[in-house]
């Protein structure tokens, strides 16, 4: 069964300097991978997604992931943390031969100080 | 394009009431999905429809239910309501299947509070 771990349940940055947020998975499969963000009493907002075209993926807002699948790891990162990016972030893995197709992780929040 | 709504966005019931959320995807989505978001146990899959069909179902009792019109429309109904079903209810929306790695896209969600 696929699964999701997101390994840091809270991130504190400083302005300017740079996130990381890391998650790992396991599956059977070829998975589709995707990264969103939820900032308060909001939706998710979709910031990238790899689905096997290209290991290094570009998102929205200056986010970047990159996909190893020796590590199985699909961490998110951004050279330069700005005060919005403070927000709630979701790690999350699609397959299809799964029981449960699309398993989300536990969530990393992330806070950013001035 | 106008993105995924969901009315209402508040609600506050009782206990043993029942309650109707609705979910109105983007345009030329066929997919709706829903999740139930608590702090304590955090995004749990509901269910998904596709072209008015239940397509998969999370670990959830038989008080929750759903169902999609043939305009994609999809409603969320949960009867007997509990305490514990007080959460943020989010729907998301794609064009194919979203276990299958279609992209979602999430509405702003339905906060239910039950007293």
């Known amino acids: 069964a696929q699964s999701v771990t997101q390994l840091d349940s809270h991130v504190s940055v400083s302005e300017g300097t740079p996130v990381l947020l890391r998650c790992n998975y396991s599956s059977s499969y070829s998975p589709s991978l995707f990264w969103y963000v939820q900032h308060p009493n909001k939706g998710l907002q979709l910031l990238l997604k790899y689905t096997s075209a290209a290991t290094l993926v570009k998102g929205i807002n200056g986010f970047e992931a990159e996909f190893k699948k020796s590590e199985t790891s699909f961490h998110l990162t951004k050279p330069s943390a700005h005060m919005s990016d403070a927000a709630e972030y979701f790690c999350v893995v699609s397959d299809p031969t799964g029981f449960q197709k699309l398993v989300f992780g536990t969530g990393t929040r992330l806070l950013v100080s001035p | 394009k106008a993105g995924v709504t969901q009315t209402p966005r508040y609600l506050i019931k009782t206990r043993g009431q029942q309650v109707t959320l609705s979910c109105s995807p983007i345009?030329?989505?066929?997919?709706v999905s829903w999740y139930q978001q608590t702090p304590g146990q955090g995004l749990q899959f509901l269910f998904e429809y596709f072209s008015e069909t239940q397509r998969n179902k999370g670990n959830f009792p038989g008080r929750f239910s759903g169902r999609q019109f043939s305009n994609s429309r999809s409603e969320m109904n949960v009867s007997t309501l509990e305490l514990g079903d007080s959460a943020l209810y989010l729907c998301?929306?794609?064009?194919?299947?979203?276990?299958?790695?279609?992209?979602?896209?999430f509405g702003p969600g339905t906060r239910l509070t039950v007293l």
């Open positions: 998301a929306s794609s064009r194919g299947l979203a276990g299958e790695g279609d992209t979602q896209y």
């Open positions: 345009s030329g989505h066929r997919s």
